[in-house]
């Protein structure tokens, strides 16, 4: 089983500031196989980023996933007020399709 | 436009099954994967399983094997998850998932969420 490690468990940041978020597999998925989600409370989760680094139909372009091996990053350039929420990166090049623990960006 | 909609909030005891639908509209509904993912309060995502209605054969998290039975009716395009001897660890929200042709395998469309909630 691929175990996912997001990185930092939460991030404090502003609208307009960059946020970096790190996803590292312990295994190497060179399929890059790798998927961002956001979720909100209450809401269903979102795709945003599919193989690695393909942004999701109607995904605003601040969002941006790259990466591959072991080792994936989703950037969100320009913060707005309802990018604060919580994302998940998942792995779905193998069974079991493991997800991060989850990284929450909060409102500074 | 592809929609999930899965059946309501369910209260069960202890040791029992609980089975949670998902009817999807829109879409060839045997050609994709249709997934069941879980988020207990205050934690994160759990992937259970997933079926191709196509192939028929469900893949199971090994966490979940021997108490999972996920199920596909084409005839009614309903997506379904029963899980047995349920315990308190089992309250969560369940989500059905399903991906896109442009999006094989990721999870692009969800249901609402079904909230399962076991307790004595």
């Known amino acids: 089983e691929t175990v996912l490690t997001q990185s930092p468990a939460s991030l404090s940041l502003s609208p307009g500031d960059r946020a970096t978020l790190s996803c590292r597999a312990s295994q190497t998925d060179s399929s890059r196989y790798l998927a961002w989600y956001q979720v909100k409370p209450g809401q269903s989760p979102r795709l945003l980023i599919y193989a690695a680094s393909t942004r999701a139909t109607g995904i605003p372009d601040r969002f941006s996933g790259s990466g591959s091996g072991t080792d994936f990053t989703l950037s969100i350039t320009r913060l707005e007020p309802e990018d604060f929420a919580v994302y998940y990166c998942q792995q779905y090049g193998g069974s079991p399709y493991t997800f991060g623990q989850g990284t929450k960006l909060e409102l500074k | 436009q592809v929609q999930l909609v899965q059946s309501g909030a369910e209260v069960k005891m202890p040791g029992s099954s609980v089975k949670v639908s998902c009817k999807a509209s829109g879409g060839d509904f045997r050609s994709y994967s249709f997934n069941w993912v879980r988020q207990a309060p205050g934690l994160g995502l759990e992937w259970m399983g997933g079926?191709?209605?196509?192939?028929?054969?469900?893949n199971y998290a090994p966490k979940f094997q021997g108490r999972l039975t996920i199920t596909a009716d084409e005839s009614t395009s309903t997506a379904y998850m029963e899980l047995k001897k349920v315990t308190s660890e089992d309250t969560a929200v369940y989500f059905c998932?399903?991906?896109?042709?442009?999006?094989?395998?990721?999870?692009?469309?969800w249901g609402q969420g079904t909230l399962v909630t076991v307790s004595s």
């Open positions: 079926i191709i209605p196509y192939f028929g054969t469900p």
């Open positions: 998932a399903r991906d896109g042709a442009g999006t094989p395998l990721a999870f692009v469309f």
